[in-house]
Each structure stands twice: as C-alpha cells, then as structure tokens.
C-alpha cells in the first residue's frame, strides 16, 4: 500500500513500519537508542541499549548518594 500512495501522489510520503517505498521513515530516538525496552516491532531497528547504560549509571548515583561519596570536595565550590 505504501508504494501504491507514494506512486499516486507528488509529494513526499513518511511511514512508520511501512517498508522501504516511502520517501522516509519515522524511528522513534528512545525506541532506536533501545532506552524504552518493552516495544520491540518488527519495523524497529535498535542501535544501541542505553537502556542497560542509563541503569547502571542511576544505581552508581543513588550508591553515591546514599555512601555521602557525591558530591565531594572536587565537585563544590
């Protein structure tokens, strides 16, 4: 259907999951960057797991936190 739209049309088509006979695609950044996890559709293509980087770095702030190690005398005026 895709192919068809854009053929009948002059102006550019955008699709999301629509294949490659549009003229662009709509990839949602946090869906690409793999930061939302449970949204896998068959049109994502996932680049990265900040998911997974952006864990570990909020566990290592709250243990900073909680251990009074942040912030210290480097990081105060």
């Known amino acids: 259907m895709a192919k068809q ?6 102006i550019p088509t955008i699709g999301i999951g629509a294949g490659p006979d549009t003229d662009g695609q709509v990839l949602v ?5 793999g930061i939302t996890q449970d949204f896998k559709p068959r049109f994502l293509r996932q680049y990265a797991d900040l998911n997974k980087v ?15 190690s ?8």
């Open 54 to 68: 952006m864990h570990e770095a909020f566990e290592n702030y709250v243990s900073d936190i909680k251990s009074n």
């Open 70 to 77: 942040f912030p210290n005398e480097k990081e105060s005026y």
């Open 5 to 10: 739209v854009s053929e009948a049309i002059t």
């Open 29 to 33: 950044v946090h869906d690409m960057l």
